[in-house]
């Protein structure tokens, strides 16, 4: 039981009404005796009091400083881990490029655990046949480049061979010595390839291993992300969203049938005109092509340089196969497999090639035309008939 003298039941908190030094302001003094009133034993810290007034001065100035703050550390914290949000964004866009073969399971009664299961080990199953008997063919071409070197290198350096004009107009001996020993030398050439080689593998596996997760909870993923929507906009969030994500899994998968066929007709035109290294030639030209606009671009041009050492003529052919291969994918295979769900115009998809390579490399290149496709469909659907109705 509470003791009568007990300064809580009596409706008093323990410190209010102490005494005070001499030199305390009057205010303070006010205060306290008025929170001696107002505390109770239902409330002994009283009740809450009247919000701040969000226009004054003092409280702007700390809102916009606190946020400048903030701004400033998200910066700060988005450019320290650019490399590992880059990862989580293409794991993010992978996952939701195989979502398609893993719901197509799941539509014929396989559990999901068993369909994410199934579509992993048959990738992996095909990617470990392909390099089964791809890499000593590699390893095969790449030693025979190595010991023709010398050869080509002599070539270069004969002003009556076609090749030792090029060099001799363009120079092109002084600018590969210059990239080959660029840097501290030889040892940090080698150096800096096998930390490459290290750091491509190690983000390799955790790429992977973010895939394999993101695959298997993107119906959790894709549950919470809508609910970041307000209740009455959800459904038609839930509409666009799941259009968007269409967009991307049938971009995913269709440049990978794409590249794969442009690898395998490459393969089969060097192979014909008897080209040397068709088959690292025919690897480099699927994964490149997977880079829109100007991956096969620069595809064709590496396997035309090399077809010169052939002969003229048969450069001049694999130029125009080259060529003639671009029309074939841009107005037959991209239409056909890809589709026109994505309908991002030639401009667009241009631009945002160009724009997405200069700000992530490679990997923005790769996701700049889905992402593209996203944009328009959000003006489309969102902004645009909000602009017409203002």
Same mark, same amino acid.
């Given at each position: 039981?509470?003791?009568?003298?007990?300064?809580?039941?009596?409706?008093?908190?323990?410190?209010?009404?102490?005494?005070?030094?001499?030199?305390?302001?009057?205010?303070?003094?006010? %205060?306290?005796?008025?929170?001696?009133?107002?505390?109770?034993?239902?409330?002994?810290?009283?009740?809450?009091?009247?919000?701040?007034?969000?226009?004054?001065p003092f409280f702007i100035g700390m809102a916009a400083t606190a946020g400048v703050a903030v701004t400033y550390g998200l910066i700060q914290l988005l450019a320290g881990a650019?490399?590992?949000?880059?990862? &989580?964004?293409?794991?993010?866009?992978?996952?939701?490029?195989?979502?398609?073969?893993?719901?197509?399971?799941?539509?014929?009664?396989?559990?999901?655990?068993?369909?994410?299961?199934?579509?992993?080990?048959?990738?992996?199953?095909?990617?470990?046949?392909?390099? %089964?008997?791809?890499?000593?063919?590699?390893?095969?071409?790449?030693?025979?480049?190595?010991?023709?070197?010398?050869?080509?290198?002599? *070539?270069?350096?004969?002003?009556?061979?076609?090749?030792?004009?090029?060099?001799?107009?363009?120079?092109?001996? *002084?600018?590969?010595?210059?990239?080959?020993?660029?840097?501290?030398?030889?040892?940090?050439?080698?150096?800096?390839?096998?930390?490459?080689?290290?750091?491509?593998?190690?983000?390799?596996?955790?790429?992977?291993?973010?895939?394999?997760?993101?695959?298997?909870?993107?119906?959790?993923?894709?549950?919470?992300?809508?609910?970041?929507?307000?209740?009455?906009?959800?459904?038609?969030?839930?509409?666009?969203?799941?259009?968007?994500?269409?967009?991307?899994?049938?971009?995913?998968?269709?440049?990978?049938?794409?590249?794969v066929i442009a690898g395998v007709l490459t393969l089969v035109w060097l192979l014909s005109f008897g080209v040397p290294y068709a088959a690292l030639l025919a690897i480099a030209?699927? &994964?490149?092509?997977?880079?829109?606009?100007?991956?096969?671009?620069?595809?064709?041009?590496?396997?035309?340089?090399?077809?010169?050492?052939?002969?003229?003529?048969?450069?001049?052919?694999?130029?125009?196969?080259?060529?003639?291969?671009?029309?074939?994918?841009?107005?037959? +295979?991209?239409?056909?497999?890809?589709?026109?769900?994505?309908?991002?115009?030639?401009?667009?998809?241009?631009?945002?090639?160009?724009?997405?390579?200069? +700000?992530?490399?490679?990997?923005?290149?790769?996701?700049?035309?889905?992402?593209?496709?996203?944009?328009?469909?959000?003006?489309? *659907?969102?902004?645009?008939?909000?602009?017409?109705?203002?």
């Amino acid at each position: 039981m509470t003791s009568s003298s007990d300064p809580a039941a009596e409706g008093h908190h323990p410190l209010v009404g102490q005494p005070h030094s001499e030199d305390e302001e009057g205010s303070v003094a006010e %205060a306290e005796a008025e929170a001696a009133e107002i505390s109770t034993p239902e409330q002994p810290l009283g009740t809450v009091g009247k919000r701040l007034d969000r226009r004054s001065p003092f409280f702007i100035g700390m809102a916009a400083t606190a946020g400048v703050a903030v701004t400033y550390g998200l910066i700060q914290l988005l450019a320290g881990a650019e490399q590992i949000l880059v990862l &989580v964004g293409l794991a993010l866009f992978l996952a939701i490029g195989l979502e398609p073969a893993v719901s197509w399971l799941v539509n014929h009664r396989f559990p999901r655990w068993l369909a994410v299961t199934t579509v992993f080990v048959v990738a992996f199953a095909a990617l470990g046949g392909f390099l %089964a008997a791809a890499i000593p063919v590699i390893v095969e071409q790449a030693t025979a480049l190595v010991n023709q070197a010398p050869g080509y290198l002599r *070539q270069a350096q004969d002003h009556n061979t076609f090749l030792g004009r090029l060099n001799e107009r363009f120079h092109l001996q *002084q600018a590969i010595e210059s990239a080959v020993t660029s840097g501290d030398g030889l040892t940090s050439g080698v150096l800096g390839a096998g930390k490459a080689v290290f750091n491509v593998v190690t983000d390799g596996l955790i790429l992977v291993v973010l895939t394999i997760y993101f695959v298997a909870d993107l119906p959790r993923i894709r549950a919470t992300m809508y609910r970041l929507i307000p209740h009455s906009r959800r459904p038609r969030a839930i509409l666009i969203g799941d259009d968007i994500f269409a967009k991307v899994g049938g971009y995913v998968l269709g440049n990978l049938a794409v590249s794969v066929i442009a690898g395998v007709l490459t393969l089969v035109w060097l192979l014909s005109f008897g080209v040397p290294y068709a088959a690292l030639l025919a690897i480099a030209v699927a &994964v490149l092509d997977l880079v829109p606009v100007i991956g096969s671009v620069i595809g064709g041009a590496l396997i035309a340089l090399v077809a010169l050492t052939v002969s003229l003529p048969v450069f001049f052919a694999t130029v125009g196969f080259a060529l003639v291969y671009r029309v074939v994918e841009d107005y037959l +295979l991209v239409p056909r497999i890809i589709g026109n769900a994505l309908k991002v115009p030639a401009l667009v998809t241009v631009v945002a090639v160009l724009l997405g390579g200069a +700000l992530l490399g490679v990997v923005g290149a790769l996701v700049a035309i889905p992402v593209a496709a996203a944009i328009l469909l959000l003006l489309e *659907q969102v902004l645009y008939p909000r602009l017409d109705t203002a």
